[in-house]
């Protein structure tokens, strides 16, 4: 049965709305409060940008469902030491789990800080580096290679692009945080194979049905893990208002993410905004999941679901947002 999940967007909301929403949508039978983890937001207008990892920890006292991130990069801005001991520290303080979503970047979380921004390869070489630093701080040897970790738990690495010298955390769950990779492609799909209990995508329909899945669950048995271990999560957007045309204008703030600004290395939210203009009503409707019937939002998310994802992470957009998740527990997550 698919689990739906709320996707807590720091980018539109301010940190005390959001733990609102978060709590509204565990009121309202949602599973799971995701969070979005960037310095810029995707537009500029009446925009938002909280940390993400302060709001967590303020969620984790204010709600009882499990909370990660969707998706923390791996590239200047962090080390992934700090990663590694920021979810060691909330799954520590948190009673359900906590998932670390991790990913090749966005240029505009680096990019305004200073740091470069280079090519794919390179981006998912850091990734790669970050997963193996990660998971031998956390000593969860059956994830790496056990050479990695030292006497008493001191981890040494020499990467090309990370290193640790003897670090140690000190501070460790008794279970680790799970680990999930967002993959749009084949190539960052393997890493969420390898070393990954889920993998996150906005991909839907044949592009996921046909190209990441079977990408995934091959990657999987080829190193020799369970495929269907492998746990699967979509992103949507949802807008919903009784009026159409009013659902669909609520929409506006993420136009711009029809014009694949996230492959263009784009880091002014203003520039990011102005893209947005360009799209079109067809593109929009294909993009985000925008009704005037609560049916429509259950069919829709029941389509996905046969696509064979187990989470959909719906981010709330709607004019009236307490409204959308008195609807989704009124009337769409008991009928799915």
Known sequence: MV???????????SPPELLEYGAAAERNGFEFVWTSD???????????????????????ERFDLPVGTCVTPTAGRYH??????????????????????????EAMNETPLGFDWPEYPER?????????????????EEWVDSDLI???????????????????????????????????????????????DGFITVKKGEEYTERLYPAVRRYAEEEGNDPDAIETTLL?????????????????????????????????PKRI???????TREQVEEKFLIADDPAEIAGQLEEYAEMGFDRIAVGNTSPQPEQFFEVMGDEVISSI
């Open 236 to 268: 949507v957007i949802a807008s919903y208002d009784k009026d159409y045309e009013r659902a669909l204008e609520s929409t506006r703030s993420w136009w711009a993410t029809t014009q694949n600004v996230f492959d263009r290395a784009m880091d002014n």
């Open 38 to 60: 960037h310095f810029h937001p995707w537009f500029h207008t009446d925009a938002e940008a909280g940390f993400a990892w302060s709001w967590l920890g303020a969620a984790t």
């Open 273 to 279: 905004e102005q893209e947005g203009k360009k799209a």
């Open 80 to 105: 992934p030491a700090d990663i590694a001991q920021a979810f060691a520290t909330l799954q520590t303080m948190h009673d359900d789990r906590v998932v670390l979503g991790l990913s090749t970047g």
């Open 124 to 140: 998912r070489d850091r990734l790669e580096e970050s997963l193996e630093c990660i998971r031998a701080l956390w000593g969860d």
């Open 3 to 13: 689990s739906i999940d709320y996707m807590a967007h720091q980018e539109q909301y």
């Open 150 to 196: 030292g006497e008493d738990g001191f981890v040494s690495y020499d990467g090309n692009r990370f290193e640790l010298n003897e670090a140690k955390l000190y501070t460790l769950p008794e279970q680790s945080p799970e680990i999930h990779v967002a993959a749009n492609g084949p190539s960052t799909a393997r890493l969420a194979a390898r070393y990954a």
